[in-house]
């Protein structure tokens, strides 16, 4: 793991967890929840996603993959981009 990837992984962990923080403040003590902390803390989240799998376009083991396993997984990583996207509507 490269120092880049380590310092915005560390930094988008620690802007999850202030914006989480704050969001559970705020709904504790005033027992609300801002559409902008929402908002922001699905950014950090998104945020922390690509960094987890930032790297090669293709993957490490892309070129070694058969035309099905290269199916599944683009089938997959649709399936989870729109259940985000749907999680983010709901809440």
Known sequence: MTTVK???????LVLITAIGGYG???WIT?????ASTLFFLFLGI????????????????EGEKD????????LSSKI????????????
């Open 6 to 12: 380590k310092v915005s992984l560390i930094c988008s």
């Open 24 to 26: 559970v403040y705020e």
């Open 30 to 34: 005033k027992e609300i929840i801002n």
């Open 46 to 61: 998104g945020f922390f996603l690509q960094t987890i799998t930032w790297g090669e376009m293709q993957g490490k083991h």
């Open 67 to 74: 035309e099905l396993e290269k199916h599944i997984t683009l």
């Open 80 to 91: 989870s981009y729109y259940l985000l996207l749907l999680l983010m509507i709901i809440v």
